[in-house]
């Protein structure tokens, strides 16, 4: 399996525009989620979603940041519009046996976010 | 709300020692923890898992251990070599009232392991 496939690696946008970030959850995987990794709070999580329906979206900054997942293989975390202080790596992470004393957690690459 | 805390924030050790490295939490009643390892640019591995009925796990050189009733856990990283340079990131299940995760982790801020030749 290739891991989790995330899109794009970087991506530099100015203000104002609209920032779509896409992922591919290893196959098989019922949980996705989007973290977010800054120097000053560390990973944070935005959304999480089981068996492709949102369960928990509290972290998600503000009405600016919407996810979707459509399908088991796929999901995007949209900004729009995007600011400066949205610049970060955004992560994207699968599950198996997500809620399970046996849980592992496997992460993409990341995309490098930077809003001028 | 689950607390996570790593100590040291930063480590440099000569190649060769043994070290330690510290996480605690506030929320005693998780069912596993989990150390993972971050490279620069890259993504989270996951390195060990320890159930809540275990004690210990290990995986070579790393061996975690788990202390639910004082909230401790530690990775001990044995005989560090230069590629073992990396932040270690400890995370555990941020459960909801009816002690369900859905896999959400709460992460530490990581302890950022320099091992110099």
């Known amino acids: 399996d290739a891991g989790v496939i995330q899109s794009p690696r970087h991506e530099v946008t100015e203000m104002g525009q609209e920032v779509t970030l896409r992922c591919k959850p290893i196959s098989g995987h019922n949980s996705l989620f989007w973290y977010r990794q800054t120097m000053m709070r560390g990973l944070e999580l935005l959304i999480y979603?089981?068996?492709?329906?949102?369960?928990?979206d509290s972290g998600m900054p503000e009405d600016r940041f919407s996810a979707k997942m459509p399908n088991a293989s796929f999901s995007t975390l949209k900004i729009q519009p995007s600011e400066p202080r949205d610049s970060a790596v955004y992560f994207c992470?699968?599950?198996?046996?997500?809620?399970?004393?046996?849980?592992?957690?496997?992460f993409g690459s990341g995309t490098q976010l930077s809003v001028l | 709300k689950q607390e996570v805390t790593q100590i040291p924030a930063a480590l440099s050790v000569p190649e060769g020692e043994n070290l330690v490295l510290n996480c605690s939490f506030t929320?005693?009643?998780?069912?596993?923890l989990q150390w993972f390892r971050q490279d620069p640019g890259k993504g989270l591995t996951s390195l060990l898992l320890?159930?809540?009925?275990?004690r210990e796990q290990t995986s070579g050189r790393l061996n975690a251990s788990l202390d639910k009733s004082s909230g401790r856990s530690t990775l001990y990283i044995a005989a560090s070599q230069p590629g073992d340079s990396a932040t270690y990131l400890c995370?555990?299940?941020?459960?909801?009232?009816?002690?369900?995760?859905?896999?959400?982790?709460?992460f530490g801020q990581g302890t950022i392991l320099t091992v110099h030749p």
């Open positions: 929320d005693s009643a998780i069912y596993n």
């Open positions: 320890i159930q809540s009925s275990q």
């Open positions: 992470a699968s599950s198996f046996e997500a809620g399970t004393d046996n849980e592992k957690l496997f």
């Open positions: 995370a555990v299940p941020d459960q909801d009232a009816g002690g369900t995760s859905y896999g959400k982790l709460t």
């Open positions: 979603f089981n068996n492709n329906v949102p369960i928990d």
